[in-house]
């Protein structure tokens, strides 16, 4: 399969998926938590967090629910809510400091909301290819290269603004 058709595929299936809102989130349940095995974030009170301590105090109690979180499943599936790319002679030049930009502003995200986090970097015929769990932190990393070293910034949302694709370039 060629790579456009992949993308169209992707294209499709979340147009699918939408209409069932996030089918990611967990469905209701009778739990006092649910913990994610992958990434030990916790959803508890309607909000996903991480919290190491409380993931190993309840674990393996019988009141947790141990589940993929969304996240974890978007990174199984190879399912990314955002991609942003990044090109240009400027970008070959700071390459170094521009991802660690790029992978601070992933932590911090990690940190705030344990859904909203980089999936892979890659490098693809010297352009930088950063995919994230949802497009709000797409949309964060764009603004934060573009602010660090204006350049060219770009958004292309999906129709129902659950996909971003974002363009830098410098
Ligand atoms: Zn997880």
């Given at each position: 399969?060629?790579k456009?058709?992949?993308?169209?595929?992707?294209?499709d299936?979340?147009?699918?998926?939408v209409?069932?809102?996030?089918?990611?989130?967990?469905?209701?349940s009778?739990h006092?938590?649910?913990i994610c095995?992958g990434?030990h974030?916790i959803?508890?009170?309607?909000?996903?967090?991480?919290?190491?301590?409380?993931?190993k105090?309840?674990?393996?109690?019988?009141?947790a629910n141990?589940?993929?979180?969304?996240?974890?499943?978007?990174i199984?599936?190879n399912?990314?809510?955002?991609?942003?790319t990044?090109?240009?002679?400027?970008?070959k030049?700071?390459?170094?400091?521009?991802?660690?930009?790029?992978?601070n502003?992933?932590?911090r995200?990690?940190?705030?909301?344990?859904l909203?986090?980089?999936?892979?970097?890659?490098k693809i015929?010297g352009r930088i290819?950063?995919?994230?769990?949802?497009?709000?932190?797409?949309?964060?990393?764009?603004?934060?290269?573009?602010?660090?070293?204006?350049?060219?910034l770009?958004?292309k949302?999906?129709?129902?603004?659950k996909?971003?694709r974002?363009?830098?370039s410098?």
């Open positions: 399969m060629k456009k058709d992949i993308q169209y595929l992707k294209g299936k979340l147009k699918h998926f209409k069932v809102n996030d089918p990611y989130m967990p469905r209701g009778k006092e938590m649910s095995k990434c974030a959803y508890k009170g309607r909000k996903w967090f991480l919290d190491e301590e409380l993931y105090s309840n674990v393996k109690k019988k009141t141990i589940v993929t979180c969304p996240a974890c499943l978007k199984r599936d399912f990314p809510g955002g991609v942003v990044l090109g240009g002679d400027f970008l030049r700071h390459e170094d400091e521009i991802l660690n930009l790029v992978r502003e992933g932590d995200s990690l940190r705030d909301n344990p909203e986090r980089i999936m892979s970097i890659n015929k290819e950063v995919q994230t769990t949802n497009e709000k932190l797409a949309q964060k990393i764009g603004k934060s290269v573009f602010k660090a070293y204006s350049g060219e770009e958004y949302w999906s129709e129902d603004d996909f971003a974002v363009n830098w410098r």
